[in-house]
């Protein structure tokens, strides 16, 4: 709540917000085995072949470059196949596990009581905003169902209630919601950059340089020590920089 306070409150840097209008930020969104567990909780594969689409766990379609003059798909370079190890290891090949998603939600769950954060029989109470109605019947409902199947059997002491949101018009899940950071879990959509996948990772970064960051989470211009390159570690930030238009970076940060 804090952070959020910092980014969109009244004087936030990237929207401001009258205090009236805060959004109560769910702790469980900030639990690392709890967001986990939506993830490895959805079945990409029968969702969307349940409704004539291609599933995937990529950031990027197959159609996405990272050497278009001699046709290398940036989902095929051994960089992205080690950066999504750990979210396919254990997978159906396309990050769904209903097992490790019940063990996240149980250890999310023990981690939230035991900080106190939750008692037990608490309800945990998550929205989805969509663009449409025809979003929520076609994904949100059949997404609600894979996290409350892996969630309500986990055998964790809490409850989940998850509630879908739509808006009078398709751009208000933008407007509304994304931009303003009133939302739990938004769906947007961006395309373009075919050519050039390494700008179109700039909605990553936390700094919102590119005026649509699609994850609040962690300082992206911090070096963490999760990003290892030439010799030593550097920021997200720095990196992106360095490889989208080059950079002066001091010890790993742009």
């Known amino acids: 709540q804090e952070e959020w306070i910092e980014l969109f409150g009244e004087e936030g840097t990237v929207a401001q917000t009258p205090e009236a209008d805060y959004w109560e930020c769910e702790p469980a969104m900030a639990n690392k085995n709890f967001v986990s567990g939506l993830s490895f909780a959805l079945d990409r594969k029968t969702l969307a072949e349940s409704i004539g689409f291609t599933p995937s766990a990529n950031y990027f379609g197959s159609g996405y470059m990272i050497d278009p003059e001699n046709g290398i798909a940036y989902n095929s370079t051994e960089a992205h196949k080690n950066a999504m190890k750990d979210m396919l290891e254990g997978t159906d090949g ?33 929205e989805f905003a969509w663009q449409t109605q025809s979003d929520i019947e076609y994904f949100g409902d059949p997404l609600k169902d894979f996290i409350l199947d892996a969630f309500d059997n986990c055998g964790g002491a809490l409850k989940l209630k998850i509630k879908n949101w739509v808006g009078a018009k398709w751009e208000l899940v933008y407007y509304d919601k994304m931009m303003v950071g009133q939302f739990d879990i938004g769906f947007g959509s961006i395309e373009g950059n075919t050519y050039d996948p390494l700008n179109f990772l700039e909605v990553l970064k936390s700094d919102n340089s590119s005026q649509f960051t699609l994850n609040w989470g962690v300082d992206t211009n911090k070096v963490d020590g999760t990003l290892f390159y030439d010799g030593q570690y550097w920021s997200f930030d720095a990196l992106w920089a360095a490889a989208d238009r080059g950079t002066f970076a001091i010890d790993g940060q742009a």
């Open 94 to 126: 396309y990050g769904y596990s209903l097992e490790k998603a019940k063990a996240c939600f149980k250890k999310a769950c023990d981690e939230l009581i035991c900080a106190g954060t939750y008692q037990p029989g608490d309800t945990i109470e998550i």
